[in-house]
């Protein structure tokens, strides 16, 4: 086949970037219905105190434990019903929307951006650094993550806060050894040399030159580190150790449901599966990012 | 392989005594004096206090501090609980055939669901079957195991009142547990109905615990399978006229194994972290529950000694699964 020459035509006809991956990720139906998902969870955890029809920690003395309005003794005033000290369902899980968006956010944004800084630095240090930094994030990893969470919590006290700098340390090691892989393998390709022959500095190299194109991985990691946070923050609220009552918390409405789940269903079943529906979506939209921006699993 | 042994062991060494770093500095990371912490609201009297700082090596520098717990740590002392008052080591490993019990039940449960599941979705690949099975298997990776552990027990114990809420055995049994295995223990005690009530009791905690690894496992079946299946052997294992379920069940299944086996060991740790959740629940007494209780008492050498412990045990199983999967692929060795 003869060569076509590269006209500044073809070039301009090539989709950019994003319409590129919006046309893979596209193609995986469960990915866009958790991105869909996902964008309801972001409006509800933005606009949770114009949504909820009650103020999440008023407590109705007239209507304890009262059942959704489809079941008998319910009503719409109470749509999901209300927990044992008579708070009305609906309004605290539209606002533990907004614990679980900000725990994930929090969480991703130091967890990664720590993760990203100390794998650059693994890959272009020298090996000795980069040997210490590997065992250090080796030592972490050998704890199991709810475990370590769970000791650090103990030892700063409960609250979502420390709960959060628990998660983020428990998750960080895993950007660390996604970024370093990353690095090394792009470290050595001809673009990177030609960078350095061009006189450019080292940090220059790592975050400019060399981090862009390491990118792809880390915002996978990041979907699905996402979905691990809040699974871990709600654990630890489960077990008493993440955000304390009376928060709207999931994972603390469920500790405070565990005495009554032999009488009112629906004090634990509503936390749980906004639980559940929030991460599958997270995790659907990990699987859809992975499939558009990790070429070498494209269409395998 | 001598040499891969060799090199494997050595990164195992700065770990270890990197954990037993971080086991040394919990107590010490506390904030505010130590000992007033660790008494809490029951406070502690002078000559307590002074004891105690002397029993703990705090007037000790620090280093020579470390050493002391290195050395104790060696020799298998980990202090004593504040509770109970007895070695740490000894609880540890008086409940850990209970936690041992359930892992063990969790993962028969999950391979033997999980890896047929994977198989029979690979070869159906896109079906109907397929894309249920995996959208199931997404589900149960994204499964909040407390709240499906609070599910079970609405429907099973709650409604259908066949599965009993908590603990191992029901209370109507009583028998000598030398080895720490209810199940075993029941079964080879004279007491009928024993084995059968110890089962009944494992249900529950079994299918929590193994969620998740079931639908890890269903999933890495399915996509080692499907890897394999394109390759040229399977073709000609097809050629030769080998019926479907022997070159899908031996020659595919076998050579997909590796990263199957792999994931299996590796989760160790996702079984330990899980197991904390679920013995909360059911009030198993194994070391998941002994260490949540242990925060709340504030018991702090406990807590201390079992993050070693757990920690180094799931190293050992690292270490392991590392050193099998070099034994089974040379090509990992030559790394």
Redesign the interface.
């Known amino acids: 086949m003869a060569l076509t020459p590269v006209t500044s035509g073809t070039l301009r006809n090539r989709p950019g970037r994003l319409q590129e991956f919006w046309y893979y990720f596209r193609e995986n139906r469960g990915a866009v219905i958790g991105l869909w998902v996902f964008a309801a969870f972001i409006v509800v955890a933005l606009f949770a105190p114009i949504l909820a029809p009650h103020d999440p920690t008023q407590q109705f003395r007239d209507a304890l434990l009262q059942p959704p309005f489809w079941e008998e003794g319910g009503s719409l005033t109470y749509p999901l019903g209300t927990d044992a000290v008579g708070r009305d369902m609906l309004s605290r899980l539209l606002h533990g929307a907004r614990y679980s968006f900000y725990v994930g956010i929090i969480v991703v944004t130091f967890a990664a951006s720590g993760g990203i800084v100390i794998g650059l630095l693994a890959g272009f240090a020298p090996k000795w650094v980069d040997t210490i930094i590997m065992r250090v994030m080796d030592i972490i990893l050998a704890f199991p993550s709810l475990l370590l969470a769970l000791v650090l919590v103990a030892i700063l006290g409960p609250s979502l806060t420390n709960a959060m700098i628990a998660i983020a340390i428990v998750l960080q090691p895993h950007y660390v050894r996604l970024t370093r892989a990353s690095v090394l393998s792009e470290r050595s390709k001809d673009y990177v040399t030609a960078a350095r022959v061009a006189g450019a500095k080292q940090t220059r190299l790592m975050f400019i030159t060399v981090l862009p194109n390491c990118l792809s991985p880390i915002i996978v990691q990041g979907a699905l580190s996402f979905s691990t946070a809040i699974l871990d923050a709600a654990a630890l609220g489960f077990l008493g150790m993440g955000a304390q009552p009376p928060t709207p918390e999931w994972g603390t409405m469920l500790a405070e449901a565990r005495e009554f789940i032999l009488r009112a269903w629906w004090v634990v079943t509503f936390p749980g599966v906004a639980i559940l529906i929030t991460v599958l979506a997270i995790n659907l939209m990990g699987d859809g990012l992975r499939d558009a921006l990790d070429p070498k699993l494209k269409r395998s | 392989m001598f040499r891969y042994l060799l090199s494997r062991l050595l ?1 195992f060494l ?2 270890f005594f ?2 037993t770093i ?1 086991s040394f500095a ?1 107590i010490r ?3 505010g004096d130590p000992i007033i912490v660790m008494a809490g609201e029951r406070g502690v009297s002078e000559e307590r206090y002074a004891e105690l700082i002397q029993q703990f090596g705090f007037d000790q520098p620090i280093w020579r501090q470390y050493l002391d717990y290195l050395g104790g740590v060696v020799q298998g002392d980990l202090g004593q609980s504040f509770v109970t008052k007895k070695p740490v080591w000894d609880e540890f490993f008086a409940l850990f055939p209970a936690t041992l019990e359930l892992s063990i039940c969790a993962m028969i449960f999950a391979v033997a669901l999980g890896l047929p599941a994977g198989v029979i979705a690979a070869v159906n690949r896109g079906k109907l079957f397929d894309r249920t099975l995996m ?1 199931t298997a ?2 149960g ?4 195991i ?3 552990a ?2 079970l ?2 429907v099973f ?2 409604m259908l009142g066949i599965t009993p809420v908590s603990g191992r055995i029901s209370l109507l049994y009583y028998f000598d547990n030398p080895s720490g295995f209810m199940l075993w223990d029941a079964l080879v005690s004279d007491q009928k109905g024993a084995f059968w009530s110890a089962l009944h009791h494992l249900i529950l905690p079994t299918i929590v615990l193994g969620t998740i690894p079931l639908a890890v496992i269903a999933r890495q079946t399915r996509s080692a399978m ?2 394999v299946l394109s390759e040229d052997y399977i073709r000609t294992a097809r050629a030769k006229g080998l019926a479907p379920g022997r070159v899908n069940g031996v020659h595919a299944l076998r050579n997909a194994l590796i990263p199957v086996i792999t994931v299996i060991g590796l989760s160790v ?2 079984l ?2 899980g197991a ?2 679920t013995e ?1 629940i059911f009030s198993w007494p194994g070391i998941g529950k002994w ?2 209780d242990s ?2 008492r504030r018991d702090y050498p406990v ?1 201390q000694g079992g ?1 070693l412990l ?3 045990m ?2 050992i199983v ?1 270490l392991t699964v590392d050193v099998l999967y070099g034994l089974i692929n040379p090509k990992i060795r030559k790394r």
């Open positions: 990164t700065p770990t990197g954990v971080i919990f990371m506390l904030p959208s997404l589900v990776y994204s499964m909040p407390f709240w499906w609070l599910l027990i609405i114990s709650g499907l890897e740790g996702t330990l972290a904390i959740l909360t260490m949540v925060i709340f807590v993050l757990i920690a180094v799931v190293m690292n």
